[in-house]
């Protein structure tokens, strides 16, 4: 069946805005994401004709896209929002989701590989790049499919980096443009990919009439790898700033759009009866007249939470004054658990929280309290009464964790932060910055930080928390779309 090209606006990512399980009578059971791009897409109203293209994620998904063929979703399951769901083969999308995009690009670009012995990019590599060529072109089918003359594409991410190029050869007449929501790697970093992969990826962003990152470091780094490997010319602006890459005819513009926290949502529903159960079951956790150091993470290996356990470990160490009066509240969430190096590692922040304990604890005092189902209601509790928070990562294309804080904490909240999240850019001057790896320096900082006086915490908070909701989820959406539009 032909598909109508009608869509004016389309968004393509990996993860839709829904995702469904299987009954046990076989009915699908939908359940809507959040999120910055929904909140972006529902701005521009369900009148427009956008159109949302996304890959199915598991069974209950591709059943679901097999349910809709090559049209959309239910609309009562995504909101009113049009959705085409991709039933892209399971062996095609693991390959090309955790051989390639998670395993590999994840890495490159947050510098995880330890280089004596990773990474090694072999035949099997090799068939698991094919397969990310093949994931990223049923994407450029089905917006060539859907999309209208002249229409907006706004691809999204390091699993859709071949997007922009392949959907080029095929559509000439639509704008497209293209998001990084991680950091972008340095060249000489970067060319550990083999030479083929490396120049793909980049010919693929370029192949767009915008790339697009959270700050403007990472767009830098983009355009420096650009010259370096493929020979392009980097146009500067009058700063002196990476305004566009000029490569084989084309220019590519390069902007920045530092993604803000949701005030009025994180507000509202940080103020919601299952918070408050959350935080009274917090504060009965942590005891009377305790200060609190709060992380909020995903066990995912940028994080750093092990260095942040350790620095932790060190305070109590050499601020022995600090023994019974502060709580470490660590949420680590597990993540990408089908990996091995995932599990190790969540492993690892367990064990180590729970030397802590056993070192430190007394009768009246666990100096960690460790969670790790997700639960964003005890989230938000944390985030309420945190005296310090701790956002240490290795690297990070923004960490909204440091800008949700500020703007749900209760008393004020002093942010320890490391200087190599995208975050540091907006936040850094009102921050307690770190170097991530210097595990003694962020003992120091946790000291520090809670040393706080209570009237200059609560000013950096309220400079904190402007800063953090400067670009909320939507117009951080329409903004790229309108420099799209206007070239």
């Given at each position: 069946?032909?598909?109508?090209?009608?869509?004016?606006?389309?968004?393509?990512?990996n993860?839709?805005?829904?995702?469904?399980?299987?009954?046990?009578?076989?009915?699908?059971?939908?359940?809507?994401?959040?999120?910055?791009?929904?909140?972006?897409?529902?701005?521009?109203g369900?009148?427009?004709?956008?159109?949302?293209?996304?890959?199915?994620?598991?069974?209950?998904?591709?059943?679901?896209?097999?349910?809709?063929?090559?049209?959309?979703?239910?609309?009562?399951?995504?909101?009113?929002?049009?959705?085409?769901?991709?039933?892209?083969?399971?062996?095609?999308?693991?390959?090309?989701?955790?051989?390639?995009?998670?395993?590999?690009?994840?890495?490159?670009?947050?510098?995880?590989?330890q280089?004596?012995?990773?990474?090694?990019?072999?035949?099997?590599?090799?068939?698991?790049?094919?397969?990310?060529?093949t994931?990223?072109?049923?994407?450029?089918?089905a917006?060539?499919?859907?999309a209208?003359?002249?229409?907006?594409?706004?691809v999204?991410?390091?699993?859709?980096?071949?997007?922009?190029?392949?959907?080029?050869?095929?559509?000439?007449?639509l704008?497209?443009?293209?998001?990084?929501?991680?950091?972008?790697?340095?060249?000489?970093?970067?060319?550990?990919?083999?030479d083929?992969?490396?120049?793909?990826?980049?010919?693929?962003?370029?192949?767009?009439?915008?790339?697009?990152?959270?700050?403007g470091?990472?767009?830098?780094?983009?355009?420096?790898?650009?010259?370096?490997?493929?020979?392009?010319?980097?146009?500067?602006?009058?700063?002196?700033?990476?305004?566009?890459?000029?490569?084989?005819?084309?220019?590519?513009?390069?902007?920045?759009?530092?993604?803000?926290?949701?005030?009025?949502?994180?507000?509202?529903?940080?103020?919601?009866?299952?918070?408050?159960?959350?935080l009274?079951?917090?504060?009965?956790?942590?005891?009377?007249g305790?200060?609190?150091?709060?992380?909020?993470?995903?066990?995912?290996?940028?994080?750093?939470?092990?260095?942040?356990?350790?620095?932790y470990?060190?305070?109590?160490?050499?601020?022995?004054?600090?023994?019974?009066?502060?709580?470490?509240?660590?949420?680590?969430?597990?993540?990408?658990?089908?990996?091995?190096?995932?599990?190790?590692?969540?492993?690892?922040?367990?064990?180590?929280?729970?030397?802590i304990?056993a070192?430190?604890?007394?009768?009246?005092?666990?100096?960690?309290?460790?969670?790790?189902?997700?639960?964003?209601?005890?989230?938000?509790?944390?985030?309420?009464?945190?005296?310090?928070?701790?956002?240490?990562?290795?690297?990070?294309?923004?960490?909204?964790?440091?800008?949700?804080?500020?703007?749900?904490?209760?008393?004020?909240?002093?942010?320890?932060?490391?200087?190599?999240?995208?975050?540091?850019?907006?936040?850094?001057?009102?921050?307690?910055?770190?170097?991530?790896?210097?595990?003694?320096?962020?003992?120091?900082?946790?000291?520090?930080?809670?040393?706080?006086?209570?009237?200059?915490?609560?000013?950096?908070?309220?400079?904190?928390?402007?800063?953090?909701?400067?670009?909320?989820?939507?117009?951080?959406?329409?903004?790229?779309?309108?420099?799209?539009?206007?070239?």
């Amino acid at each position: 069946m032909a598909v109508e090209r009608s869509a004016p606006i389309l968004v393509a990512s990996n993860r839709g805005p829904v995702s469904y399980a299987l009954d046990q009578d076989g009915s699908l059971v939908p359940k809507r994401g959040g999120g910055g791009l929904v909140s972006g897409l529902s701005a521009i109203g369900p009148d427009a004709g956008a159109v949302w293209v996304c890959a199915a994620l598991g069974d209950g998904d591709r059943e679901a896209a097999r349910r809709a063929g090559a049209g959309h979703l239910d609309p009562d399951h995504t909101g009113g929002q049009q959705v085409r769901m991709l039933d892209i083969a399971p062996d095609v999308f693991a390959a090309a989701y955790n051989g390639v995009a998670n395993s590999v690009l994840w890495f490159i670009h947050h510098l995880l590989y330890q280089t004596p012995v990773e990474p090694v990019f072999d035949a099997e590599f090799g068939a698991q790049w094919a397969a990310y060529e093949t994931y990223n072109a049923a994407f450029a089918d089905a917006l060539a499919q859907e999309a209208a003359e002249g229409a907006v594409v706004l691809v999204q991410d390091y699993h859709l980096a071949l997007v922009p190029g392949l959907l080029r050869a095929r559509r000439p007449d639509l704008r497209i443009g293209h998001f990084s929501h991680t950091p972008w790697a340095p060249p000489d970093y970067y060319r550990l990919l083999p030479d083929d992969v490396a120049a793909g990826v980049l010919r693929g962003i370029l192949g767009g009439d915008r790339a697009a990152f959270l700050t403007g470091r990472w767009a830098a780094a983009f355009a420096d790898c650009c010259a370096a490997v493929l020979g392009a010319e980097v146009v500067r602006g009058t700063d002196g700033s990476a305004a566009a890459v000029r490569f084989e005819g084309r220019e590519t513009r390069l902007g920045v759009h530092g993604l803000g926290a949701d005030a009025d949502f994180l507000r509202e529903r940080s103020r919601a009866a299952d918070v408050d159960e959350r935080l009274a079951a917090l504060r009965e956790q942590i005891g009377p007249g305790r200060k609190t150091i709060v992380r909020v993470d995903r066990t995912e290996l940028s994080k750093n939470i092990v260095r942040g356990l350790l620095a932790y470990r060190r305070l109590l160490e050499i601020r022995p004054e600090w023994r019974e009066r502060v709580v470490h509240v660590a949420f680590a969430y597990p993540s990408r658990q089908d990996l091995a190096v995932y599990r190790d590692y969540t492993e690892r922040v367990r064990v180590l929280a729970e030397e802590i304990n056993a070192e430190y604890g007394t009768e009246g005092w666990q100096p960690v309290a460790l969670h790790v189902k997700d639960d964003f209601a005890r989230s938000l509790a944390a985030y309420r009464l945190a005296d310090v928070a701790l956002v240490n990562p290795i690297r990070d294309g923004m960490n909204l964790v440091a800008k949700e804080v500020p703007v749900v904490s209760e008393r004020g909240c002093t942010l320890v932060l490391s200087r190599e999240a995208g975050a540091y850019e907006e936040l850094g001057a009102d921050a307690v910055v770190v170097n991530p790896y210097d595990v003694e320096g962020t003992a120091r900082a946790l000291d520090e930080a809670l040393r706080t006086p209570e009237g200059e915490r609560a000013d950096r908070t309220k400079h904190l928390a402007a800063a953090a909701t400067a670009l909320p989820p939507r117009d951080w959406f329409l903004a790229q779309l309108r420099a799209l539009r206007e070239g």
